[in-house]
């Protein structure tokens, strides 16, 4: 079996612990699509107390914050520690055919669900097309 040198791998480790992000979380994974008029964003956030979890909505920019603690006792002696704990924060910008006064939010199983609808003024109509005669008159369907 060969091993593998990375020699950039016990630098980054050095780096993290010498400026304390090697427990903070470096990101919050999302994934977002739309199903009918509603956009839909799942947030994978593991471990975090639900009553630490806020979202806003300001200025078209969705925020979602969260913290996850250590549940560990004090005097635990680690072996390994690769488990983030710290304040998740991501932001995503909305477009303005967006209803932001309607944003509903449900965590459940380590998962984030944000519901963000379609604004009603942004939502395709259907245009009625009226047929002109040959006299000029305008007839509708």
């Not at 250590?70 to 055919?97: K, M």
Request: glycine share 8%; hydrophobic share 35%; aromatic share 6%.
């Amino acid at each position: 079996m060969a091993l593998r040198f990375d020699p950039f791998r016990d630098f980054d480790r050095l780096a993290s612990e010498a400026l304390g992000t090697a427990r903070t979380p470096q990101m919050m994974p999302m994934d977002c699509y739309r199903s009918g008029d509603t956009y839909i964003a799942h947030f994978d956030l593991p471990g975090v107390d639900p009553g630490s979890i806020d979202v806003t909505a300001e200025n078209n920019t969705l925020t979602v914050r969260a913290t996850r603690g250590r549940t560990e006792p004090e005097n635990a002696q680690f072996l390994i520690s690769e488990r983030g704990t710290g304040t998740y924060r991501r932001q995503l910008v909305l477009g303005d055919g967006l209803s932001l006064d309607n944003v509903a939010a449900h965590y459940r199983d380590g998962v984030l669900t944000v519901m963000i609808p379609v604004a009603e003024h942004a939502k395709p109509r259907r245009i009625e097309v009226a047929r002109e005669t040959d006299d000029n008159k305008v007839l509708t369907q």
